[in-house]
């Protein structure tokens, strides 16, 4: 079982807040970035589909990668973060859904049965989805995981800053994955608080329950 650092749901959801000067002394090292991403790929997905990939940016190599699509606003997080984590929404998720499924039957915890019923259900959904379809289920269930990191990050102790300033076109190439599968979807700088370059603590500022909200 995971040992959180911080295990108060609260203030890890109430307390969060963007980061953009880390401490860059603080490594985060590979096993515990691993193990935040065990936990976050609990997060849901429409279909259990898991239409999800994480790239984690620890090294100077990985990082001048960056440079070459962020913008220049994000520098302090790119250049100070423990790492940055790069999660793309995966178009061709649905090509391994049949394994996903049969691993589940395989291990007992569904029935042969239901396995098909599952299969037969879903997967013609995704095998005669269109390109605009698939884009925006991997990025829309994709962001449900980006979340859950952060809020998981949190919980390990370290503070998260999410990006989405960068060239998007450019993203997956220049990290080595195929841009017709792979379709970016948030960048996620993750460490330690510089203690010398936080501003003074308030809470963002929020629209109001009835400005956002309907009740039918």
């Not at 970035?33 to 100077?60: G, K, Y």
């Not at 259900?121 to 698939?134: D, G, I, K, V």
């Not at 829309?140 to 370290?158: C, D, E, P, V, W």
Request: proline share 5%.
């Amino acid at each position: 079982m995971t040992n959180f650092v911080n295990n108060n749901f609260a203030d890890i959801l109430l307390n969060r807040h963007s980061v953009r000067h880390f401490d860059s002394a603080v490594k985060i090292s590979r096993d515990e970035m691993a193990q935040m991403i065990d936990e976050t790929r609990t997060a849901p997905s429409a279909c259990n589909l898991q239409p999800w990939h994480f790239l984690v940016i620890d090294s100077e190599e990985g990082k001048e990668k960056l440079r070459t699509f962020f913008m220049r606003f994000n520098t302090p997080q790119l250049e100070t973060a423990s790492a940055i984590v790069m999660i793309f929404g995966d178009t061709e998720a649905y090509k391994s859904y049949r394994d996903l499924w049969n691993k589940a039957c395989d291990d007992g915890q569904i029935s042969p049965e239901k396995r098909d019923e599952v299969l037969k259900t879903f997967l013609p959904l995704y095998e005669n989805a269109s390109r605009e379809a698939l884009l925006f289920d991997a990025k829309i269930n994709s962001a449900l995981a980006a979340m859950q990191f952060m809020l998981i990050a949190r919980a390990h102790g370290y503070e998260t800053n999410a990006i989405q300033g960068y060239n998007s076109s450019l993203a997956a190439e220049t990290l080595g994955l195929n841009p017709e599968r792979y379709v970016p979807c948030m960048a996620i700088a993750v460490g330690k608080p510089d203690p010398d370059k936080q501003p003074e603590e308030f809470h963002s500022q929020r629209y109001p329950v009835e400005k956002i909200s309907d009740f039918l």
